[in-house]
Structures are given as structure tokens and as C-alpha cells.
């Protein structure tokens, strides 16, 4: 990636660019000394997300090779006394079969409701996954995740990591959208856990960063608030997968003042993401 792309990736998250000198990017020092007093007002929209992309001119940072986390190592379901009897058993199926389970899923009401399933994209084999909550309307729409104004965001912020978004996998703890974009019930996001558990599984990925209070206290199995949450390293339940936790862009969107924590997440997750 070129400095200046990188500084405008940093630039588009509304982000003090002075941030980045901790995380040893290819930033020299004299272009990180433009702190801009308040972040900016709101999101980059599609074209200059679009915009950035188009100038990177080189590969984001790959790993010298895939940490090797066995299958074996994730438990299955961490907690299987809180899925419903009729739940399927996700734990050996390739990606067709688990993509087919969700797409004709009725565990829950919410097939009711959804146009589409939104099951996840991206690079199978990523180190990165990224968790969300859950799809909202346009996801709904397209059956795909984060493509509306906070998968804009949720862009930038990755790209201000060196992550394109193509080679992280990204997914929601829900795959249908609740009415009204209101939280995930407990059953709901019961009924999916085996979906996502099994992603993992198969990606099998280095780091998970999940953004948003719903998804971390979900994945995470707590009720800790998303202010405890931030600035330490946990593990996925019943394995060694290290997670941070940070904004959902949805939020940022709406409070852009706390950009620059989110930020400050994402420095946290590309240094575990370099130990791991
Ligand atoms: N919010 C989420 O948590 N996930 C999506 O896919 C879209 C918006």
C-alpha cells in the first residue's frame, strides 16, 4: 500500500492520523504528525471508499504462514444445553452443506421475516474474520454482509490495518435480519451459534475481530458491557483463537467521536494478529 493511500484510508475512518505510529505501519514519521483536532463529521461514502481501493498498488500484509489451529482444538458448541432440540449438527459439513443449511433454515421466526439469508463472504481460508451482529435491511436485500453504509466504514476501517476486505472473511452471529434491525433474541442467536461455530471451524482463522456489543457479549458468552470488552485479548470459547473486540460501524456512523478508540482496537488487533 502506498503511504499517502494509507493515510487517506486513515483520513476516511474520520481517525487522528497520529495513531498509527505505534503500529510500525509503512508510514513515515514526518506524514504522521498531522493530528486533526476533531475527527471528521461522518463516513466516507461508497465512491471514496471505492476510490481507495483502487489505489492500493500493493498486497495487503499476509502472514508467513497459516497458524495451524486443529479443528479439534474448538469445541463444537461451547454451550449445546442452550441450542434447540431440532438444532442441526453443522460440526462435519463443508462449506456447500452449511451454506445450504442456513439458506433453507427455520430454526427460528426470523425466517419468517427475512428476504434473504445472509450467510458470509470472503476468503475461506482468511486469518482475519470479522463477526457482526447481524444483517440489516440492505443485507437482507442482497444476501450479503456489511454491504450498506456501515460495511462502507467497516472497509476503511480494515483497509486502515492493511486488511482488504476480500481477504478477510466476514460474518454475523445472526444470518437472517431481525424485524426492525432490534437485537437478537437469546434463542435466536442460539439457534445460529452452530452456523458460525462452524465457520470458524473451517476458516480457522488467526484473529476474530467482532464489532459491536451484541456480538462480542454473544460470541463471547458474557454480559460484560462493550467498555470492558475493549482493549484486552480473549480467546474464543473452547479454543485458542484470540478475539478482539471493538465499535460496530454502525455506532461509528453515529458517533464518530469514538473513532479514534476504535482505532485504537484495531492497533491492538493487528499486533495479536503479528504474535499470533
Ligand atoms: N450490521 C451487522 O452487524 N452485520 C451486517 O452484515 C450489517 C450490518
Not at 475512518?13 to 495513531?19: D, L, N, S
Not at 492500493?56 to 479443528?71: C, F, Q, Y
Request: net charge neutral; proline share 8%.
Amino acid at each position: 500500500m502506498t503511504n499517502p493511500a494509507q493515510l487517506a484510508y486513515l483520513e476516511a475512518m474520520g481517525i487522528p492520523v497520529w495513531v498509527s505510529r505505534e503500529l510500525v505501519l509503512d508510514v513515515p514519521q514526518e506524514q504522521l504528525t498531522t493530528v486533526a483536532p476533531d475527527v471528521k463529521e461522518d463516513a466516507p461514502c461508497a465512491e471514496s471508499a471505492g476510490a481507495i481501493l483502487q489505489a492500493m498498488d500493493e498486497a495487503t500484509l499476509k502472514p508467513s504462514g497459516k497458524m495451524e489451529t486443529p479443528a479439534a482444538a474448538i469445541s463444537n458448541a461451547p454451550d449445546k444445553q442452550l441450542m434447540p432440540d431440532t438444532i442441526t449438527d453443522c460440526s462435519s459439513m463443508a462449506w456447500q452443506t452449511l451454506e445450504q443449511a442456513v439458506a433453507t433454515c427455520r430454526l427460528c421466526d426470523l425466517h419468517k421475516t427475512r428476504i434473504r439469508t445472509v450467510f458470509g463472504g470472503g476468503n475461506q481460508q482468511a486469518d482475519w474474520m470479522i463477526v457482526g451482529e447481524a444483517p440489516g435491511a440492505e443485507e437482507d436485500r442482497q444476501g450479503l454482509p456489511f454491504v450498506g453504509r456501515a460495511g462502507q466504514l467497516l472497509t476503511n476501517m480494515l483497509a486502515a490495518i492493511k486488511l482488504k476486505r476480500e481477504d478477510a472473511y466476514i460474518a454475523n452471529v445472526l444470518k437472517c435480519r431481525p424485524p426492525n434491525n432490534r437485537d437478537p433474541l437469546p434463542q435466536e442467536v442460539a439457534a445460529c451459534r452452530g452456523y458460525l461455530q462452524r465457520q470458524f471451524e473451517l476458516v480457522q482463522p488467526r484473529i476474530i475481530l467482532v464489532v459491536g456489543r451484541v456480538a462480542a457479549q454473544s460470541l463471547l458468552q458474557t454480559k460484560e458491557p462493550l467498555a470492558r470488552l475493549r482493549g484486552r485479548v480473549h480467546s474464543l470459547p473452547g479454543s485458542a483463537i484470540p478475539v478482539v473486540v471493538t465499535y460496530h460501524p454502525a455506532y461509528l456512523l453515529r458517533k464518530p467521536a469514538d473513532k479514534g478508540k476504535a482505532w485504537q482496537d484495531l492497533k491492538l488487533a493487528y499486533r495479536v494478529f503479528l504474535d499470533a
